[in-house]
């Protein structure tokens, strides 16, 4: 446990109580100047901490919706993911996180969680919008061991998935668009990045980034009319400690299977969860726009539109809209 975590556990065993710092300190193996800088930075991040000289430290209420990753922890029941998480206030993107994680030789089912990015990124180069302390920004560190390049958009799939499983949980009926865009009343809830690295045919590296829109109750202009939240949709505050743990449980659920090289039923699931099925699209192909019914995804998760009797394979490079 780092010292924020050595902190707020202490102080959440006696919420409302006097905690002696000279216990911290002793379990955190720093000085008392330590803990107190410690002390500083919670009460910046939201945290009602009242300090007494010569007494302690004490936590007065928990904060709202701060998120604690102790708290996630206590609360997981996976065996692989979310075994380390690591938090941060604010960072660039946890992909950039992840991806230092993975050079540095963490373990799989490492997560990396933040309360704001200055630079979240989409898929195809968008940014993904990432204010401070209502959502959930978060990627998850995985070694599949037999899975090729070429269904690598399973994995993808299986976030989304996640992501829908969570949500419906709430009484939120999200659906896919595809091939990874969680949708709500046609608007976006939430969103899958995947980033891999191959060695040879097969992936090596997977990071696997979510975006969901808990709490957040204002769009900028721009995604107005694009972006929704569950606190919107189910009118009511959504605990974002409470998602995680879903979110992570259905993943590790859907992906222990997937890594020892069987694709379970991640197929069936999305084409249930999925609206693009049976829709009439337009595809950008960069170089040919294509026009036509979606009729299915193939075995390793290629669309498959239908235009001028031809099934033509589509790639999630590519991006689509409904007619
Ligand atoms: C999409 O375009 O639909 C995917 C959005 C993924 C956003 C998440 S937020 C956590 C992680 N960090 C990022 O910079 N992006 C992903």
Redesign the pocket.
């Known amino acids: 446990m780092n010292i924020d975590d050595v902190i707020l556990q202490h102080l959440y065993d006696n919420i409302g109580n006097f905690v002696p710092g000279v216990e911290m300190c002793r379990e955190a193996e720093v000085s008392r100047i330590a803990i107190w800088n410690r002390i500083k930075g919670l009460k910046k991040r939201g945290f009602n901490i009242e300090s007494k000289k010569g007494v302690g430290y004490k936590l007065v209420e928990k904060g709202k919706n701060i998120l604690i990753p102790f708290e996630i922890r206590n609360k997981l029941f996976t065996d692989v993911i979310g075994k380390r998480i690591e938090y941060y206030r604010f960072t660039?993107?946890?992909?950039?996180e992840a991806d230092n994680l993975i050079k540095a030789g963490c373990s799989q089912g490492t997560v990396v969680i933040?309360d704001e990015?200055y630079?979240?990124?989409?898929?195809?180069g968008?940014e993904?919008f990432?204010p401070r302390g209502n959502?959930?920004?978060?990627?998850v560190i995985l070694f599949p061991e037999y899975l090729s390049m070429e269904c690598g958009i399973l994995i993808m799939f299986m976030g989304s998935i996640a992501i829908v499983k969570a949500l419906s949980d709430y009484g939120i009926d999200a659906k896919i668009k595809w091939p990874?865009?969680?949708m709500v009343d046609g608007k976006?809830i939430?969103?899958?990045?995947m980033e891999t690295t191959s060695e040879g045919e097969f992936i090596k590296n997977v990071v696997l980034?979510?975006?969901?829109n808990i709490n957040q109750d204002e769009f900028p202009h721009s995604l107005e009319n694009i972006g929704i939240s569950a606190a919107a949709k189910a009118k009511h505050e959504i605990d974002r400690v409470d998602v995680i743990t879903r979110l992570l449980y259905y993943l590790e659920e859907l992906y222990l299977p997937l890594a020892k090289g069987g694709k379970g039923k991640i197929l069936d699931l999305w084409k249930g969860y999925s609206d693009t099925i049976g829709r009439k699209v337009v595809v950008d192909a960069g170089n040919r726009v294509i026009e036509g019914e979606a009729k299915d995804i193939d075995g390793c998760g290629f669309l498959l539109v239908e235009t001028n009797r031809v099934l033509e394979k589509i790639t999630c490079r590519e991006s689509l809209r409904y007619i």
């Open positions: 660039s993107s946890t992909m950039d933040a990015q630079r979240g990124r989409g898929r195809r968008k993904w990432s959502n959930i920004y978060l990627s990874n865009d969680c976006k939430g969103g899958v990045l980034g979510f975006g969901i």
